[in-house]
DNA sequence: TCAGATTGGTCGTTTTAATGGACATAAAAC
DNA sequence: GTTTTATGTCCATTAAAACGACCAATCTGA
């Protein structure tokens, strides 16, 4: 990811959690990092980063440190149309394929 | 990620839902590739690969996109203590601060 | 206690993600 | 049907992730 823009706060809080879960997660599995690294096929130092919620590790990284913990179930439901609010109106079917911003005034939220 | 071993097929499963479920959100919202991609500070076709549940892509990226849904508040419970059933055991305070194998025969899971 | 092992951090290098532009396709709006 | 615009896809370039090796710090089991 682009570092140069910042990360929303909300989300950097998030994603420090979320790695300190992990590494708290593991040790109780008492599994080395060394040991983890080696089944998720990363290195030690890519480990590293996944414990400290770094954000520039990739998604695949994560999901697969989480499904060695047997954790991963919930990667699929992060954004389930059923947890969406916003899809009150809008039944799965009837979703438009494309957005269509009308000529003036485009979708923009000031 | 480093794509030479192949990722675990569930975790593969999981993330292209995760990707489905995020446009179909943005669809909702009527908010354009372009746009959201602006928002996320990122270029479009990454923004394509998010869509398609890409590995490759950065936790921060996805994160991002999904805080901009509004569905950003499950990133930190996906591997929350409370709902790791391994942690019936320890109390988090009781936890150690590293893994010690034991001499012979560590703890690597056949 | 204390020796051995795990972990944290740094650094230079390699590999890969992310870019951005251009073009084709397809779907809405009219 | 026509026009207009969003989306899909490809590719060369560039920025950054991931590596691996090392050292220092510190925990822990014996």
């Not at 996944?50 to 440190?65: C, F, H, K, N, R």
Request: net charge positive.
């Amino acid at each position: 990811m682009r570092t140069t823009p910042p990360m929303p706060l909300p989300v950097k809080r998030a994603l420090a959690k979320l790695g300190a879960d992990i590494k708290a997660a593991r040790l109780r599995r008492r599994i080395t990092t060394t040991l983890m690294a080696e089944r998720v096929f990363v290195s030690r130092s890519t480990l590293q980063k996944v414990e400290q919620g770094d954000p520039s590790v990739s998604l695949g990284v994560y999901a697969t440190v989480l499904f060695i913990l047997g954790l991963s179930e919930r990667i699929a439901d992060l954004a389930d149309a059923g947890t969406d609010s916003v899809g009150l109106q809008l039944d799965e079917e009837r979703l438009p394929k494309r957005v269509r911003t009308s000529k003036r005034s485009d979708a923009r939220q000031p």
